[in-house]
């Protein structure tokens, strides 16, 4: 008994050691440091990069072509910029780290165009002063939960049945 | 506001199974082995009834299609003790999964049959797997699922409709996946308070009957007598 009980605990510990050498960056740790402020405040449009956030349900995250569009030749000294090319070398995708996303046990339907188009809402509204970071955040901004998403359904006089979200 | 409801013609329907075939693809139904379905796991949130009558060769076959008759005095509503199944404002009745514990009162109360027990994690093939509809949830285990007249079909017609600075019209915008796929026109769907709708027109009509009427459910499916 006592020696089997070793043996498990020997193949656990090697198991652990194995899936931490192996696991991804940890949450939050985007593989370029992008500056938001850097390109916000040039004039350059969310929807350059979240590109279908105006006519869609998701906003989607932008892939290296979006960025080659003006990186692909040498703009600064920032380490951060060149890694843009050094990942088009490889051809390797940028896997950005997804900070907002719904809980998907709770099914609920989220549409930006609804939000952003229809109903008007700035981004910063939900997602804070994304505009203003440097670096990437490590984690939202801001917490959804279900009672955002009714508080303001309450306050604006939105349907808050919960078949309006749920599906 | 709408009220959304079902006409199925009797009299068209040739049993061909394509809306419960579409209606197990449109909403993530789980596919179960022969052996569960044996044991009456089977789910089939829309089924035909078969009814086969006389004797060779002077055999005759009904088919009744049945989703779930959509209430308007819900008794699984009523019994549900975490209002996990809800009735929505235009009427439909629909289920919160991530709100369900599994008591499986309204797998009691309904008279017809039509809320099923999800009682394993749900499995489908390889090539059902990669189909999946990311419109609609995959249920986790242990909660009850039933037809909810496609309804995240209409949160993308009220979406387009909104763009366009009107309500979702009575008929044609919003229809559930068995209706668009019937091939014998049997499935019939709108609003049954707009009179211009063919569903509302129909439902009045003298053919027209409704299952188990005499339990007050007032359902939103109307059958249509075979002529």
């Not at chain 1, 939105?158 to 599906?167: G, L, M, Q």
Request: glycine share 6%; proline share 8%; hydrophobic share 35%.
């Amino acid at each position: 008994m006592r020696s089997m009980r070793m043996i498990g605990l020997l193949l656990f510990a090697s198991v652990a050691s194995v899936l931490l050498v192996t696991s991804r960056p940890a949450s939050g740790e985007q593989p370029i440091a992008f500056n938001h402020k850097a390109h916000v405040s040039k004039g350059l449009d969310c929807a350059i990069c979240h590109r279908y956030v105006r006519e869609q349900a998701f906003a989607t995250l932008p892939t290296i072509e979006t960025c080659l569009m003006c990186h692909s030749a040498k703009m600064s000294d920032n380490p951060e910029e060149a890694k843009i090319r050094e990942f088009a070398k490889r051809g390797e995708p940028l896997r950005w780290q997804r900070l907002y996303a719904l809980s998907p046990d709770a099914a609920a339907y989220f549409s930006h165009r609804r939000h952003v188009t229809l109903g008007n809402i700035p981004c910063a509204t939900c997602h804070g002063p994304m505009a203003e970071r440097t670096t990437p955040p490590p984690r939202a901004l801001v917490r959804f939960d279900m009672d955002f998403c009714i508080s303001c359904h309450q306050e604006k006089k939105v349907s808050t049945a919960c078949v309006a979200c749920h599906r | 506001m709408a009220r959304w409801g079902m006409v199925i013609d009797l009299d068209r329907c040739t049993g061909c199974q394509a809306c419960v075939v579409t209606c197990k693809a449109e909403n993530n139904v789980p596919v179960v082995t022969p052996r569960e379905a044996q044991r009456g796991r089977l789910m089939l949130w829309m089924t035909v009834i078969p009814e086969v009558e006389g004797e060779f060769p002077r055999v005759r076959a009904r088919f009744t299609p049945r989703p779930c008759m959509q209430c308007d005095h819900p008794p699984c509503v009523k019994v549900c003790p975490v209002q996990a199944m809800t009735k929505s404002p235009e009427g439909t009745v629909s289920h919160v999964f991530a709100r369900c514990i599994g008591c499986r009162f309204c797998v009691q109360a309904c008279p017809y049959g039509v809320t099923y027990f999800n009682w394993q994690a749900p499995t489908w093939p390889k090539d059902l797997r990669e189909a999946l509809n990311p419109d609609f949830a995959i249920r986790p285990t242990g909660v009850v699922e039933m037809c909810d007249f496609c309804h995240h079909r209409l949160q993308h017609a009220r979406e387009e409709a909104r763009a366009d600075g009107r309500e979702v019209r009575g008929e044609g915008e919003y229809v559930p996946a068995c209706v668009q796929a019937c091939p014998a026109r049997a499935l019939i769907f709108g609003d049954l308070d707009d009179p211009n709708t063919a569903a509302s027109n129909l439902a009045h009509s003298p053919r027209a009957f409704r299952m188990l009427e005499d339990l007050g459910t007032s359902p939103k499916v109307y059958y249509l007598k075979e002529g």
